[in-house]
């Protein structure tokens, strides 16, 4: 028996929201159906965000009493980069973080997920808010911006100096790709992406490690990528592909072994699911299978991004992919 629970990003279903497909009543209704937790966003999906109307708060308390959602983490923007001319200062930032803290504890969530480049300057003097509202603050450790990352390790810094259960981590599963999404791949080759970087970024892939790893030498050096596949780099679409290849990344599961304390959410990153059940990219049983042995209790929340892949003239078959996820995520937590 596994304490590991299931809840769904509201990322997941932003088409279904932005073209009137689902109301919120609905998608409450459905993440009921599904047994899920919801993960919000409320930027999106809550207007005038952090300081809503009253008519909307209210709206918000009649779903909730409806409906009775497990209400697991509201996902929170502090966005530096509000103005044209320049960026915000660090009280503007500290100031916009406790108004999103009040916002959640105020909407009934007992977490936020600050967006991966938040300034780790800003936690400490937000940390009693935190804790006066019971608000779990979690950076997102998201593919291309991983441990690695400089604006990571510094609020790691941050972490583990506060060392309170008021400061955590959401891991993006995108960090445990085994392959390059597929969807992707399909997506550039319409545009006319070289197969030959293709073929490149695949065999990365294939070797057991990712492109972020693989180009880490040449970017010491100053060069973007290596000089062989520069060579198949003819259009920007090629220049693209082989750009954005690095934000999937094959880190082992073991990566968490020392930051476990501190992970208080999962992303369960989704691009594809098969027909077979599974994720392309992401090997979710042998990764649920770690978490149980690691004693991880929290909630593994699906998020598909493979919606900014569709193919033109294609439908956004994200309920379909959520779905699919969900049943997978049921079937494997059930399973231990």
Sequence with gaps: MSDIKRAVSMYSLQDQYARKKMTLSDIFEYLNDL??????????????TPEPSEESLAEWDRLVEQYKPDLVCNDIFINTCLY??????????????????????????????????????IIEPALPYAEKYDVVLTLEIHAGMSFDSPLTMEFIEVMKKLN??????TVDTGIFCRRHPRVSTNY?????????????????????????????????????????????????????YALFADGYEMSPFT???????YVKHIHGKIYEMTEEGVEYSIPFDELIKYLHKAGYNGYIATEYEGNRFTLPDMPILDKE??????????????EL
């Design 321 to 334: 992919n959520v779905t699919a996820h969900q049943k997978m995520l049921k079937k494997y937590i059930d």
């Design 188 to 240: 550039f080759r319409d545009l006319g992406t070289n197969e030959e970087v293709i073929s490149y970024i695949d065999h990365i892939f294939a070797s057991g490690t990712d492109p972020k790893q693989f180009f880490a030498g040449v970017r010491s050096e100053g060069k973007q990528f290596p000089e062989e596949l520069s060579l198949f780099l003819k259009t920007q679409n090629d220049f693209e």
């Design 84 to 121: 044209k001319n320049r960026t915000l200062t660090k009280k503007e930032s500290v100031d916009l973080l406790i108004k999103e803290i009040k916002l959640a504890h105020r909407l009934g969530f007992k977490m936020v997920r600050l967006v991966s480049n938040t300034p780790a300057n």
């Design 255 to 261: 990566i968490l072994d020392e930051y476990m304390p």
């Design 35 to 48: 047994d899920a937790g919801l993960e919000f966003i409320s930027d999106q999906m809550l207007k005038g």
């Design 164 to 169: 309170s259960p008021y400061v955590g981590l």
